[in-house]
């Protein structure tokens, strides 16, 4: 953890933001954002991506006990087919920076684009969770509430075996839309009998 930043502008409260799911084919897309203090100690927090199922898992709670706020949102397929998957990763974004219990006064958003939060000035950073504590805590939280989610939906349709994809278009998944064909969790306007889905 030490090698990630405690904050990009000193002595400003800033919220950490991130999302999950942009490249599946179902299931919503995730967006967190959380604000730790500066003295927080998570000990093994890092990108999402680098990190063990069980190990995220295991730092969820400790994330959201130490943070001084935090919340997760989800953007359904439907509105997602509606505004197209960038925007809709902008809307979750929004959606969870207004949850937030105290308001950020910066927001640190991993990616290079972002829609500007009213009132709230941002920077984006590439990578950025595999940068700063507070972005990595907001992508491990995204990516397993998500995670999660998938994984209850997986028991109404095991069919696509979400509970190993997470709704993403590995070979099982895309051989079981060819199969049976997708149900009203799949974003329509994403390619379904494609290895990559459109992202527009």
């Not at 997760?72 to 959606?95: G, Q, W």
Request: charged letters at 25%; hydrophobic letters at 40%; proline letters at 6%.
């Amino acid at each position: 953890m030490s090698r990630l930043a405690a904050y990009h502008l000193k002595d400003v409260l800033e919220a950490g933001c991130d999302e999950a799911g942009r490249g599946c084919l179902a299931g919503p897309v995730v967006a967190a954002a959380v604000i730790l203090p500066l003295r927080a100690r998570i000990p093994g927090l890092d990108d999402s991506k680098k990190l063990t199922a069980a190990k995220r898992d295991a730092l969820r709670p400790l994330i959201e006990q130490h943070a001084l706020a935090w919340a997760v949102v989800a953007v359904e397929p439907a509105e997602i087919d509606d505004l197209n998957i960038l925007r809709a990763s902008f809307v979750a974004m929004h959606r969870a920076i207004a949850a937030l219990r105290e308001r950020p006064h910066h927001l640190l958003i991993d990616g290079n684009r972002f829609v500007p939060y009213p009132g709230i000035p941002h920077t984006c950073f590439v990578k950025g969770d595999g940068r700063f504590r507070s972005i990595a805590a907001a992508s491990i939280l995204a990516k397993t509430h998500r995670d999660e989610r998938m994984t209850r939906l997986h028991d109404e349709h095991p069919e696509y075996n979400w509970a190993i994809n997470k709704g993403y278009p590995t070979e099982d998944h895309r051989a079981a839309l060819d199969r049976i064909g997708p149900c009203i969790h799949h974003r329509r306007s994403f390619r379904l009998n494609y290895a990559e889905p459109e992202l527009f």
